[in-house]
């Protein structure tokens, strides 16, 4: 995040955690309702936001890292698995 020229701040730390956290595939819902308990539980809107920063930073990345669209189209990440902002956003749609 601070390579990107962001702040790594209280609330987007907490949406970093639920997302390791989770076993799998979790709603902004559920992050910001902590984890059922397991983590403090944030602002439902600032969590959509951060979200949003989190997929437009692995999207950035992404469209730079030279793997070209088909790969990063097809998993939404280069490595061909889902990055957990992007998992979270998808599942809470």
Partial sequence: ?????????????????????AAGPVSAEAIADGLAGRLPPADLASTYRNLETLERIASSATSTSGTGPAATRSSGHPSGNTSPA???TRSSR
């Avoid at 209280?10 to 997302?19: F, G, T």
């Fill in 1 to 21: 995040m601070r390579a990107c020229g962001l702040r790594l701040s209280a609330s987007r730390r907490l949406v970093l955690e639920a997302l390791f956290a």
């Fill in 86 to 88: 992007t998992a979270a």
